[in-house]
Nanobody, 114 residues
Framework: QVQLVESGGGLVQPGGSLRLSCAVSGSIASRYIMGWYRQAPGKQRELVAEITSVGRTYYADSVKGRFTISRDTAKNTVYLQMNSLKPEDTAVYYC????????WGRGTQVTVSS
């Protein structure tokens, strides 16, 4: 059973930074695209960033230039470095394996507020 566990969320002031981690059990993650999504209260879950098995990246327009997705294949971990955070970045952040419905973590809360 593949498990994804997110960590690194918290409360941060506008303009601050956080680094999210998503640890994936087993070595399966290295073969798949990995994505970070977020869901704010009352809104649909949206894609934030993706990274392919060969390191190509995609970012939503709202986070381009501020967020960076990366992966450490040896550690089966995907990261999301978030800089210049804004209140509208407040959401629960989830990681996903392979764009597959069955492979989601439980999420980590990010709150950007002064």
């Amino acid at each position: 059973q593949v498990q994804l566990v997110e960590s690194g969320g918290g409360l941060v002031q506008p303009g601050g930074s956080l680094r999210l981690s998503c640890a994936v059990s087993g070595s399966i993650a290295s073969r798949y695209i990995m994505g970070w999504y977020r869901q704010a209260p009352g809104k649909q879950r949206e894609l934030v960033a993706e990274i392919t098995s060969v390191g190509r990246t995609y970012y939503a327009d709202s986070v381009k230039g501020r967020f960076t997705i990366s992966r450490d294949t040896a550690k089966n971990t995907v990261y999301l470095q978030m800089n210049s955070l804004k209140p509208e970045d407040t959401a629960v952040y989830y990681c996903n394996l392979g764009r597959l419905d069955n492979y989601w973590g439980r999420g980590t809360q990010v709150t950007v507020s002064s």
